[in-house]
């Protein structure tokens, strides 16, 4: 089981790493990956998917805080292995930290299809969205 935890704290360490590096580097600006499809910025986000709950950042922390202590004791009481479920805690581990100390999550992903741009991400949200996708499917195959 620690081996798996070490998964999370890895998914941290990656997001920690990208965030710090984009905040430095890229605040303010915009470096165009693939013309009309993907780029990188520097967005101060300081609610939760698509915007909701802008300013709430005490409020998104304390949900951040209960869903993650929900779900170390989910793991830990039905002896999860499997990997989604680290993805999960690492995931929302990486904006939990940054709403705690920074007061805001940092993203900085962007993307655009048939010029619509979609909201900004970062590392955390692909590992949650990877880790609900596996916990999904482990569920689905019972």
Avoid at 17 to 46: A, P
Avoid at 69 to 87: V, W
Avoid at 105 to 131: C, T
């Amino acid at each position: 089981m620690k081996k798996m935890y070490i998964i999370s704290l890895l998914v941290v360490i990656i997001d920690r790493i990208t965030k710090i590096l984009v905040e430095k580097f890229l605040d303010g600006k915009v470096l165009v990956i693939i013309k009309k499809f993907f780029y990188l910025t520097c967005v101060r986000n300081d609610g939760a998917a698509f915007s909701i709950f802008e300013n709430k950042v005490l409020f998104l922390a304390i949900l951040g805080i209960i869903a993650l202590f929900a779900l170390i004791y989910y793991i830990t009481k039905h002896n999860k292995k499997q990997i989604g479920y680290f993805f999960l805690v690492g995931g929302i581990l990486g904006n939990l930290i940054d709403r705690i100390f920074l007061g805001y999550v940092v993203d900085f992903i962007g993307i655009e299809l048939f010029g619509n741009q979609y909201p900004i991400f970062n590392i955390a949200d692909i590992f949650i969205v990877i880790g609900a996708i596996f916990v999904i499917f482990e569920k689905a195959e019972k």
